[in-house]
């Protein structure tokens, strides 16, 4: 009787094939959780939008930025002030909450980058 003996290192190309199995089954949950968040990030992003421009109109920080077209003499002569005035008037915190959910989106989207190129082994 004929005993078949297998290839040299076909252990080794079997052990390799499971661990890029492995290693691409890894990338697609990061893949899928990364896109999970990005998901969630967009979905805050509309109201954080909406916040900010509610208190940017409430704030009037337009009426100040209107007087610099309107009464240039004015501004240039005190542009500390004026500077300082504008600093003021703007939404402190929903711009901080702003720009965190701006910061999270560009990180998911890096991420999403990343682990998509690992997708398809």
Do not use: C
């Not at 890029?20 to 992003?45: D, E, H, I, T, W």
């Amino acid at each position: 009787m004929n005993q078949f003996v297998p290839p040299q290192g076909l252990f080794e190309k079997v052990m390799m094939r499971i661990a890029a199995q492995q290693l691409a089954l890894s990338m697609r949950r990061r893949f899928a959780l990364v896109a999970v968040g990005l998901a969630g990030l967009l979905a805050l992003s509309i109201p954080m939008w909406h916040a900010f421009l509610l208190d940017l109109s409430h704030s009037g920080l337009q009426q100040y930025l209107g007087l610099a077209f309107h009464d240039f003499r004015t501004v240039a002569a005190d542009w500390q002030d004026f500077g300082l005035i504008l600093a003021e008037s703007l939404p402190a915190v929903t711009t901080a909450g702003l720009l965190a959910v701006v910061f999270g989106l560009l990180v998911m989207v890096k991420f999403v980058i990343k682990y998509s190129k690992g997708l398809f082994v």
